[in-house]
């Protein structure tokens, strides 16, 4: 039945009215209507949609949400390449990056562009006929992963670009991020599902392209500005600056804190002008990018192999600021590693207030000399909790005392000690509170037991309320007594009980890592429930038996039998099977033929038909193991594209090398 006109009309009203206002919103910054009002556009452009599917076009904002997940991403090629920028860090470097350019273009007269370097994740935009049809990582430079779906759910990037005189087929590279606010919001969802926070604001972007759901994706808030022209079909500009001022009115987002000048000079006031003012961004620059404008020029310098020779990164140092360190206190980890803490006086850096910066362990505190009382340089340099990097000796005031380690555990107060050969300070009593905190915390990570809505907060009330001591104990809470503890409605109290509940079906490997044991991370509880079908088989096994593993040596296997000597930790294990919770080897992953038994692969480089983790699993479904390094042990390399140390090592060894294709092969995967 064909659309009512009127509908066809009404469904490209709203895609137009929408997009007009993504461009007021996420450009712009000067929305027009309420998010109520906005939320309404978009349900009636769905609900015609769903009533009229020939309405709906690969442009629709509908689109920036619907993809399905997907299991991997497809590879997608680069031409021309995405080559990285040089990096410089002084005037005077740039000013010989400015004579290298004379030099190859002798007589020239060059007019630069100066633009903001945002610390993010670099992406390149393929449109055709105006719609959005790839969006790609930059990858090795010449292949990166197809990630369409993902670049489709950032609003300030047009699914459809404006106006008529459009390129039949447009090209262009930009730099994807989350603002410092989004950023914050991100760490905090993270924080509340009991996950580690991200480290900074790029490492969060750059997880959240690969993310497999675009629907987790659009909940981070990514934004995105264009920066380079890539290609063009149809459609020319003289120069850089002109390409920019093209893409504004096609409606891609060019950042406009830019510059275009005759004079070198100029730009580097330029520079200097944003060093100071950075912080008043609402995201994260790490320096300026210099351009020489003209297109002609630029084609004549070309590129080096990694590098094009008409653009220059000059990095601004690492931030820094200078405060008083108040005191250094302690704090406990989930394994009784005691860490020494700067408190200070707080300071400004990075466009947050710092109060606390790490100091890592006893041996950092000795090599700076750092004191309750002293003048410190702290520095935030990507992390979390900022580093102190210098004491500023010659403002120390008098009666300043050296740290020395407490001899006790703040915590619960048993004897602290360090271990022979090791750096750290650790308390050894198991039924230390703040243990039992990050234990319990640990058990329910979402890499663990996945126990979603149990997070610092609520463990603290658990562990303060004495309902709660291991992580057995979380099998026996109750709806009452969840609901009695602050801020827990009844639903709320169902939520927690629920994902305990489900909790119970997590593969082997999920319970080997949430319980904690010395030196097993996510990827050594893999390795160990491929080789052990059950716990039991794994409490039981000898050091030999462990250390046949590959990846799993003598300080790792050794870890794992003190860890289940325990009498407690046999205790909690056996509530644990009492509970319900899962002990062995789930059926899908049970390997389905022995055909690599015996053998180990490791894969290196890039992979086109299958992600990494496909292809680990694939080995382990047959028998075999997957490692992340070569060894003596190793047995198999697959070498993709970009393959460099790895297969290097491999060749040196006289090892087995495949490449994917052989690999599949050898699989039996056609």
């Known amino acids: 039945m064909a659309v009512p006109r009127v509908a066809r009309l009404r469904a490209d009203a709203l895609r137009a009215e929408i997009t007009r206002h993504d461009a007021l919103y996420h450009v712009d910054a000067r929305p027009v209507i309420s998010d109520r009002a906005y939320d309404r556009l978009q349900r009636e452009l769905a609900d015609l949609e769903a009533a009229h599917p020939e309405l709906a076009t690969p442009d629709s904002p509908t689109r920036r949400v619907g993809g399905a997940p997907t299991k991997r991403f497809a590879p997608a090629a680069h031409e021309p390449p995405m080559l990285s920028l040089d990096n410089t860090y002084s005037a005077e470097e740039v000013r010989a990056w400015d004579e290298r350019c004379r030099k190859l273009l002798p007589g020239a007269d060059f007019r630069y562009v100066v633009e903001l370097k945002i610390d993010g994740v670099a992406v390149s935009l393929t449109y055709e006929r105006g719609v959005l049809v790839r969006g790609a990582t930059r990858g090795d430079g010449a292949r990166g992963d197809d990630i369409t779906n993902n670049i489709r759910t950032i609003r300030s990037l047009p699914l459809r670009l404006a106006g008529r005189d459009l390129p039949d087929r447009l090209e262009v590279r930009g730099e994807m991020f989350l603002s410092r606010e989004a950023f914050a919001a991100v760490n905090r969802a993270q924080e509340d599902e009991g ?32 920066h380079t022209l890539a290609s063009a079909d149809g459609r020319a500009w003289p120069s850089h600056a002109a390409a920019l001022e093209s893409f504004g009115t096609l409606g891609l987002p060019v950042n406009p804190h830019r510059l275009l000048t005759r004079t070198l000079d100029e730009a580097l006031a330029f520079c200097a002008r944003w060093e100071n003012q950075r912080e008043d961004l609402p995201y994260d620059i790490d320096g300026m990018v210099l351009k020489i404008d003209d297109l002609e020029h630029q084609r004549r310098l070309g590129a080096t192999a990694k590098s094009p020779r008409y653009a220059i990164a000059f990095k601004f140092p690492t931030p820094q600021a200078t405060t008083r360190l108040r005191e250094i206190t302690v704090q406990v980890g989930r394994t009784g590693v005691l860490t020494p803490v ?18 890592h362990n006893e041996d950092e505190v000795h090599r700076l000399d750092a004191r309750a009382g002293d003048t410190v340089r702290i520095e935030k340099g990507g992390e979390v909790i900022p580093k102190v990097v210098e004491v500023v000796t010659a403002r120390r005031p008098a009666g300043t005392k050296p740290f020395r380690m407490p001899l006790h555990c703040p915590a619960c107060g048993e004897p602290a000690a360090r271990a022979r050969d090791e750096v750290a300070w650790r308390c050894d009593n198991p039924e230390c509170p703040a243990q039992v905190k ?15 809505h149990v997070g610092e907060a609520l463990v603290d009330q658990l562990v303060e309320a004495r309902l709660v001591r291991t992580p057995a104990d979380l099998y026996t809470l109750t709806g009452p007594a969840l609901a009695a503890l602050d801020r827990m409605a009844d639903k709320s109290a169902e939520n927690v009980l629920a994902a305990i509940a489900a909790s119970r079906r997590r593969p082997l490997a999920a319970l080997v890592f949430a319980l904690g044991i ?9 390795l160990l429930a491929g080789k052990f079908a059950t716990l039991d088989l794994l409490m039981k096994a000898s050091a030999a038996d462990l250390e046949a593993i590959h990846e799993i040596g003598p300080e790792v296997a050794a870890a794992i039998r003190a860890f289940f000597r325990q009498a407690p930790v046999r205790a909690m294990v056996a509530r644990l099977k009492t509970a319900g919770v899962n002990m062995k080897r789930l059926e899908e992953e049970e390997p389905v033929s022995d055909a690599f038994a015996g053998k180990t692969f490791v894969f290196t480089g890039e992979m086109e038909t299958m992600t ?5 699993a694939l080995v382990r479904s047959m028998g075999g193991a997957a490692a992340g390094a070569v060894s003596p042990k190793t047995t198999h390399v697959v070498a993709g594209p970009g393959a460099g140390t790895k297969l290097n090592r491999a060749r040196a060894l006289g090892l087995t090398i495949l490449d994917e294709a052989a690999f599949r092969k050898l699989a039996g995967v056609s």
């Not at 750059?206 to 909940?219: H, N, R, W, Y």
């Not at 700067?342 to 100091?359: F, H, K, Q, Y």
């Not at 010395?518 to 893999?526: K, T």
């Open 195 to 226: 996950e580690e926070p991200f480290a900074n604001p790029r490492n969060s972007a750059a997880g959240t392209l690969k993310l497999q759901d675009p629907a987790a994706v659009a909940a981070r808030r990514l934004d995105g500005y264009i």
């Open 342 to 359: 700067a408190n200070l006086e707080p300071v400004p850096l990075g466009g947050s207030t710092i109060a606390r910066a790490t100091l």
């Open 438 to 452: 990050h234990r319990i915390t640990h058990f329910c990570r979402r890499g663990a037991m996945a126990i979603d």
């Open 518 to 526: 010395r030196h097993v991370g996510v990827r050594s509880a893999e």
């Open 612 to 616: 990494r983790r496909e292809a680990e």
